[in-house]
């Protein structure tokens, strides 16, 4: 059974930094994407950034070069760095992961960019 928990979010002022954590199981990890989503209220749910098995990235246009996605294959966790956070970051931050013919979301964890 595939399980994401994420970890990490909380309550940061504009301009601060926060780390998420995605702890991954129930799939082989190390062959799988896997990306961060958030949705905002009232907003669509839109991809923040994604990371292949490969090691590829993409980025949301809208944090590029503030953020930063990373694995760790022997821990089978996926990372979100955040800079420079911005009062419209605050979302709830959903792990996925996805392989060819199925895809699996976490639970999500709140992240309130406010001063």
């Known amino acids: 059974q595939v399980q994401l928990v994420e970890s990490g979010g909380g309550l940061v002022q504009p301009g601060g930094s926060l780390r998420l954590s995605c702890a991954a199981s129930?799939?082989?990890?190390?062959?799988?994407?896997m990306g961060w989503y958030r949705q905002a209220p009232g907003k669509q749910r839109e991809l923040v950034a994604a990371i292949t098995s490969g090691g590829s990235t993409d980025y949301a246009d809208s944090v590029k070069g503030r953020s930063s996605i990373s694995r760790d294959n022997a821990k089978n966790t996926v990372y979100l760095q955040m800079n420079s956070l911005k009062p419209e970051d605050t979302a709830v931050y959903r792990c996925?992961?996805?392989?060819?013919?199925?895809?699996?979301w976490g639970q999500g964890t709140q992240v309130t960019v406010s001063s």
């Open positions: 996925n992961a996805r392989g060819i013919t199925w895809s699996s």
């Open positions: 129930g799939f082989t990890f190390s062959r799988s994407t």
